[in-house]
T-cell receptor
Framework: NAGVTQTPKFRVLKTGQSMTLLCAQD?????MYWYRQDPGMGLRLIHY???????AKGEVPDGYNVSRLKKQNFLLGLESAAPSQTSVYFC???????????????FGEGSWLTVV | KNQVEQSPQSLIILEGKNCTLQ??????????LRWYKQDTGRGPVSLTI?????NTKSNGRYTATLDADTKQSSLHITASQLSDSASYIC???????????FGTGTRLQVTL
């Protein structure tokens, strides 16, 4: 049982390049999330999905797009990378809506992205 | 603005000692509070989830307390081990949209 798997783990991009981060979960979870973690700040929600074919904006969605074509996969895209997007990105998933007290959110191992 | 403040920012303790990490929040209305452990270079892993009616919850050597009246929580680690070295993140769920608000974490280092 792999849980939540993110690829790639490390990537260096030049400003203006595009890339996609892939998240896969094998727990049959409905909800999936993309967060970014920056030094001195708590994790911030970029986009989330409440089920296959749905996506919604989080707290810091600008500069990112997402897709949830399959229930187990949630893709995060950067169309034109900027140095401000240098961060650690975490994908997460939960069976039901993550804020419910009975619903644990499971995180992936993180993807380190540097934009130069 | 909903906020979660954690203290101390960092802490060094000797193996075998106990320690307590603090979390103060202003999130309202309150739904539940979580503590996560994040090892260096890894993703956060859930330790406890506490609702309004729970004031203590244990997970092995980890004991979380919650005082919803004063909006404070603590995480007590007993008989620390080297493997406890990590960042501990407090997450409070609440507000009008049941939003997750993450603290910036306390970095704990356990040494010999």
């Amino acid at each position: 049982n792999a849980g939540v798997t993110q690829t790639p783990k490390f990537r260096v991009l030049k400003t203006g390049q595009s890339m996609t981060l892939l998240c896969a979960q094998d727990m049959n979870h409905e909800y999936m999330y993309w967060y970014r973690q920056d030094p001195g700040m708590g994790l911030r929600l970029i986009h989330y999905s409440v089920g296959e074919g749905t996506t919604a904006k989080g707290e810091v969605p600008d500069g990112y797009n997402v897709s949830r074509l399959k229930k187990q996969n949630f893709l995060l895209g950067l169309e034109s990378a900027a140095p401000s997007q240098t961060s650690v990105y975490f994908c997460a998933s939960s069976y039901r809506e993550g804020s419910g007290s009975g619903n644990t959110i499971y995180f992936g191992e993180g993807s380190w992205l540097t934009v130069v | 603005k909903n906020q979660v403040e954690q203290s101390p920012q960092s802490l060094i303790i000797l193996e075998g000692k106990n320690c307590t990490l603090q979390c103060n929040y202003t999130v309202s209305p309150f739904s539940n509070l979580r503590w996560y452990k994040q090892d260096t270079g890894r993703g956060p892993v859930s330790l406890t989830i506490m609702t309004f009616s729970e004031n203590t919850k244990s997970n092995g050597r980890y004991t979380a307390t919650l005082d919803a009246d004063t909006k404070q929580s603590s995480l007590h680690i007993t008989a620390s081990q080297l493997s406890d070295s990590a960042s501990y993140i407090c997450v409070v769920i609440g507000g009008t949209a049941s939003k997750l608000t993450f603290g910036t974490g306390t970095r704990l280092q356990v040494t010999l």
